[in-house]
T-cell receptor
Framework: DGGITQSPKYLFRKEGQNVTLSCEQN?????MYWYRQDPGQGLRLIYY???????QKGDIAEGYSVSREKKESFPLTVTSAQKNPTAFYLC?????????????FGNGTRLTVT | AQSVTQPDIHITVSEGASLELRCNYS??????LFWYVQSPGQGLQLLLK??????LVQGIKGFEAEFKRSQSSFNLRKPSVHWSDAAEYFC?????????????FGAGTRLAVHP
């Protein structure tokens, strides 16, 4: 079945370390997104990409970086500059310019930084 | 700026009772509106969406939502709740240069279902 795979499900890091979250999709979607979820705040957009080798900052991009070298993959790096990195991170994808294409979400990665 | 407000943080209903989850949005043009559901520790699943046309939209799992432009609302309803409906529900509006794919989410409403 097609879908979005995020790995790992749980991730623990020490403060000051960079960490990369994986997101792979086999839906042949052009667009991919990273959201951060904190209790009581809903989901906030970190970065999104509508085409390979191109991406745009979302609302809370500071302290994060992404790459889009392949259509299927959109890894997110949480850098040591991110002040509050502990959160639940969700990756999503969609076809673009298609009103019938909603966002499809992965099952998330819970990052804990101590 | 576009925004979504879900006024109820937590709602508890009895199994078999009806449900209405409220959602208000702020958007200058005709919005694209969505409801998603999230089980604990999981991703989000689309329940239904509104782009245009009939203001009452049907979704999966027996849910429906009504778009009311005059009230800037898109409330989610279900006539009879099942215990398996306990989850967190998010309303979202499609906005920005990314079109409807770039979603702005509300803070969510957590639903508990009593047997």
């Amino acid at each position: 079945d097609g879908g979005i795979t995020q790995s790992p499900k749980y991730l623990f890091r020490k403060e000051g370390q960079n960490v990369t979250l994986s997101c792979e999709q086999n839906l042949n979607h052009d667009a991919m997104y990273w959201y951060r979820q904190d209790p009581g705040q809903g989901l906030r957009l970190i970065y999104y990409s509508q085409i390979v080798n191109d991406f745009q900052k979302g609302d809370i991009a500071e302290g994060y970086s992404v790459s889009r070298e392949k259509k299927e993959s959109f890894p997110l790096t949480v850098t040591s500059a991110q002040k509050n990195p502990t959160a639940f991170y969700l990756c999503a994808s969609s076809r673009i310019l298609d009103r019938n294409s909603p966002l499809h979400f992965g099952n998330g990665t819970r990052l804990t930084v101590t | 700026a576009q925004s979504v407000t879900q006024p109820d943080i937590h709602i508890t209903v009895s199994e078999g009772a009806s449900l209405e989850l409220r959602c208000n949005y702020s958007y200058g043009a005709t919005p694209y509106l969505f409801w998603y559901v999230q089980s604990p520790g999981q991703g989000l699943q689309l329940l239904l969406k509104y782009f245009s046309g009939d203001t009452l939209v049907q979704g999966i799992k027996g849910f429906e939502a009504e778009f009311k432009r005059s009230q800037s609302s898109f409330n989610l309803r279900k006539p009879s709740v099942h215990w398996s409906d306990a989850a967190e529900y998010f309303c979202a509006v499609g906005a920005g240069s990314g079109g409807y794919n770039k979603l702005i989410f509300g803070a969510g409403t957590r639903l508990a279902v009593h047997p």
